[in-house]
């Protein structure tokens, strides 16, 4: 009952959307303030206190007999086009085990805190982990100063979603005596599906740098100048992806992507004047990551350069390789032994909201099967059963990880 529970929620929350037809929640947005009133009133059914806190998240605790608070969650926001399960699916698995807790009128030796992240995925302002960065007491200031499509900066969107904007750098709405993290979370890749297993712990989380960048050059008619001497800014622009593309290649392990670009003017008789564009650059190993996005800076000098054109780079996140504790992975693996599985561990090459809490205490994650490996898509799907083995498998690592606070 309690996987059939959770399906049936994330497809309530899957129909609260800023715009009809598809799924999206940004950061701020009216959608995002409904999905919280909606998972607060289930957080209220299951015993525990609710606060939000200065950024938005949604914080839901179920109090213990002792010290010590374990974190469970993930987030609530989406990417344009989503799927049901990718952020939702952590928050809805937590939330059933305090439920559980509840049902068993059971209190452990520590409290549980469930955090439903108000902004994880970056789509509004183009920064990931908004939400857990405050929570775990990093956010960074100069953020504020972003602005999103229509102008807005992260300092007003927070003043009109949250509150104040001012107060976020230098402190976090984390408990002082967090004990440690997990997150569930559909792996997002093919691993788990290909080796017949439900769920698996997870090893490392990737690292990650987030660049907007942008090329000026000179607008003019499609007909009547000629290809000596333009400075057409989406062909620079056109460069650079292909060369973010070749050079990943040639560094394994390392994937780089363009998802947005916007085109100006914009018509299909006049050429491009100005682009912008995202980059996303993943790797493992920090260093590596770091020298493939110094190589692309300099390419895109190069390209602009080249063309007549001038370039815009901003750097606008940058997010370390995390590895697991494994400490939490080692409990984590007994409770899906003790549930009758293998307990096989890999990387996420996505990045989550645990690399951020890993500031504040341990962390560890949790994947769950997802068809094909598909995420970031309207055709995210998951097993009701493996969402019924995932609730397991959690309630089984709290308990073990309240079994070694009262020693035994």
Same mark, same amino acid.
């Given at each position: 009952?309690?996987?059939?529970?959770?399906?049936?929620?994330?497809?309530?929350?899957?129909?609260?959307?800023?715009?009809?037809?598809?799924?999206?929640?940004?950061?701020?947005? #009216?959608?995002?303030?409904?999905?919280? %009133?909606?998972?607060?009133?289930?957080?209220?059914?299951?015993?525990?206190?609710?606060?939000?806190?200065?950024?938005?998240?949604?914080?839901?605790?179920?109090?213990?007999?002792?010290?010590?608070?374990?974190?469970?969650?993930?987030?609530?926001?989406?990417?344009?086009?989503?799927?049901?399960?990718?952020?939702?699916?952590?928050?809805?698995?937590?939330?059933?085990? $305090?439920?559980?807790?509840?049902?068993?009128?059971?209190?452990?030796?520590?409290?549980?805190?469930?955090?439903?992240?108000?902004?994880?995925?970056?789509?509004?302002?183009?920064?990931?982990?908004?939400?857990?960065?405050?929570?775990?007491?990093?956010?960074?200031?100069?953020?504020? %100063?972003?602005?999103? !499509?229509?102008? $807005?900066?992260?300092?007003?969107?927070?003043?009109?979603?949250?509150?104040?904007?001012?107060?976020?750098?230098?402190?976090?709405?984390?408990?002082?005596?967090?004990?440690?993290?997990?997150?569930?979370?559909?792996?997002?890749?093919?691993?788990?599906?290909?080796?017949?297993?439900?769920?698996? *712990?997870?090893?490392?989380?990737? *690292?990650?740098?987030?660049?907007?960048?942008?090329?000026?050059?000179?607008?003019?008619?499609?007909?009547?100048?000629?290809? %000596?001497?333009?400075?057409?800014?989406?062909?620079?622009?056109?460069?650079?992806?292909?060369?973010?593309?070749?050079?990943? !290649?040639?560094?394994?392990?390392?994937?780089?992507?363009?998802?947005?670009?916007?085109?100006?003017?914009?018509?299909?008789?006049?050429?491009?004047?100005?682009? #912008?564009?995202?980059?996303?650059?993943?790797?493992?190993?920090?260093?590596?990551?770091?020298?493939? !996005?110094?190589?692309?800076?300099?390419?895109?000098?190069?390209?602009?350069?080249?063309?007549?054109?001038?370039?815009?780079?901003? $750097?606008?996140? %940058?997010?370390?390789?995390?590895?697991?504790?494994?400490?939490?992975?080692?409990?984590?693996?007994?409770?899906?032994?003790?549930?009758?599985?293998?307990?096989?561990?890999?990387?996420?090459?996505?990045?989550?909201?645990?690399?951020?809490?890993?500031?504040?205490?341990?962390?560890?994650?949790?994947?769950?099967?997802?068809?094909?490996?598909?995420?970031?898509?309207?055709?995210?799907?998951?097993?009701?059963?493996?969402?019924?083995?995932?609730?397991? $498998?959690?309630?089984?690592?709290?308990?073990?990880?309240?079994?070694?606070?009262?020693? !035994?």
């Amino acid at each position: 009952m309690d996987g059939a529970n959770v399906m049936e929620r994330c497809d309530a929350l899957a129909r609260i959307s800023e715009e009809q037809g598809f799924l999206v929640r940004p950061y701020g947005s #009216d959608a995002m303030r409904e999905v919280n %009133e909606t998972v607060a009133g289930w957080m209220r059914g299951a015993g525990m206190g609710v606060r939000t806190d200065a950024i938005g998240n949604l914080i839901g605790r179920y109090e213990g007999t002792g010290e010590g608070t374990f974190v469970l969650g993930s987030h609530l926001d989406t990417v344009r086009d989503a799927g049901k399960y990718d952020g939702p699916l952590g928050v809805l698995t937590a939330l059933a085990c $305090v439920e559980r807790l509840h049902d068993r009128d059971e209190r452990l030796p520590f409290a549980v805190e469930v955090a439903a992240f108000a902004d994880e995925e970056g789509l509004r302002f183009g920064t990931t982990y908004l939400g857990s960065s405050h929570y775990a007491g990093a956010f960074d200031a100069k953020l504020l %100063e972003l602005e999103d !499509r229509n102008g $807005v900066t992260l300092a007003d969107a927070v003043r009109t979603f949250a509150g104040d904007p001012e107060s976020l750098a230098g402190t976090n709405s984390a408990p002082e005596n967090a004990i440690g993290y997990c997150e569930v979370h559909i792996e997002q890749g093919p691993v788990l599906e290909e080796r017949d297993l439900p769920v698996g *712990g997870v090893s490392a989380i990737t *690292g990650l740098s987030r660049v907007q960048a942008g090329f000026s050059g000179s607008a003019g008619h499609a007909g009547t100048v000629p290809m %000596e001497g333009r400075k057409d800014a989406l062909c620079a622009a056109a460069e650079l992806v292909l060369e973010a593309e070749a050079a990943a !290649r040639a560094e394994p392990g390392s994937v780089a992507t363009v998802g947005e670009m916007s085109v100006r003017p914009g018509a299909g008789n006049v050429i491009p004047g100005n682009v #912008d564009l995202s980059l996303d650059i993943r790797h493992g190993d920090d260093e590596v990551r770091g020298r493939l !996005r110094d190589h692309l800076e300099g390419r895109a000098g190069e390209i602009a350069e080249g063309r007549g054109c001038e370039l815009r780079w901003q $750097v606008r996140q %940058e997010s370390v390789a995390v590895p697991a504790d494994q400490h939490l992975v080692a409990l984590l693996s007994c409770a899906i032994e003790e549930a009758g599985l293998e307990a096989l561990r890999l990387p996420s090459g996505a990045g989550h909201d645990a690399a951020q809490m890993a500031v504040v205490c341990p962390v560890a994650m949790l994947f769950v099967r997802c068809e094909g490996g598909v995420s970031h898509n309207p055709a995210e799907s998951v097993e009701e059963e493996d969402v019924a083995v995932t609730i397991d $498998v959690m309630d089984r690592f709290l308990g073990l990880v309240a079994d070694e606070r009262r020693g !035994r």
